[in-house]
């Protein structure tokens, strides 16, 4: 399960900066494209439960709540009670900090991201579509002139999206940049390169998912 390195003709891939790749912008479209609803400040604590705990084995519309009661040291029944809006903690509650601080680093790991994915309703072509992605970017070159701001469309088959998901939970955010710079590099331009990736979609050409 490696992340793509090379171009289609051997030469190495390019690489998104680090710090652009952690950028609240750039990590939002990327979850999104992924199949996964990024936790929101505010989110109901049932989806926010989803988000952290994964779903419940008997209900993948709601959250694993043993799991969840396990690691807050609360009992199911009063975390039910969270997710049905029959109680609201106050925000000094440990639990809930505890929560809240696992929901802004849920999808900094391999399993965050994994359970966050399997917490989602399948998304994903049925068929072949194109996916648009936007930000600065333009052919690998020493001109800073060659790069602005734009938004693309490439073809994207439903094993290439697999594909795309699976080097997102395996390796974040740098993974799928890698997928889509090669994704590009075969059915867009060689040596594309992103500087910056504010929005990603998939849907069927000229319209959104």
């Known amino acids: 399960m490696q992340r793509p390195t090379a171009t289609a003709s051997g030469a190495p891939l390019p690489r998104m900066n680090p710090q652009q790749l952690r950028s609240p912008a750039t990590s939002s479209a990327m979850a999104r494209f ?3 609803q990024p936790p929101q400040p505010g989110q109901d604590l049932g989806q926010l439960l989803r988000s952290v705990y994964g779903a419940s084995p ?3 519309q709601r959250p694993d709540l043993r799991a ?3 690691d ?3 009992s199911a029944r009063q975390l039910r009670r969270w997710a049905n809006g029959e109680s609201r903690p106050r925000a000094t509650n440990p639990a809930l900090q505890r929560l809240q601080r696992l929901s802004r680093t849920v999808l900094d790991s391999r399993a965050g991201r994994a359970r ?6 399948p998304a994903q072509p049925a068929a072949a579509r194109t996916i648009r992605i936007g930000g600065v970017q333009g052919v690998v070159s020493g001109n800073d002139d060659a790069y602005r701001d734009r938004t693309i469309e490439v073809d994207l088959t439903p094993a290439e999206y697999a594909e795309l998901q699976r080097l997102w939970v ?7 940049a890698d997928g889509l710079h090669a994704l590009t590099d075969r059915n867009y331009y060689e040596q594309w390169h992103f500087q910056s990736i504010d929005s990603i979609q998939w849907g069927d050409r000229g319209r959104g998912r």
């Open 34 to 36: 992924a199949g996964v």
């Open 58 to 60: 008997r209900d993948p």
């Open 68 to 70: 969840a009661a396990a």
């Open 72 to 74: 807050l040291g609360m």
């Open 116 to 121: 966050a994915l399997g917490a989602q309703a």
């Open 170 to 176: 395996e390796h974040g955010n740098a993974g799928l």
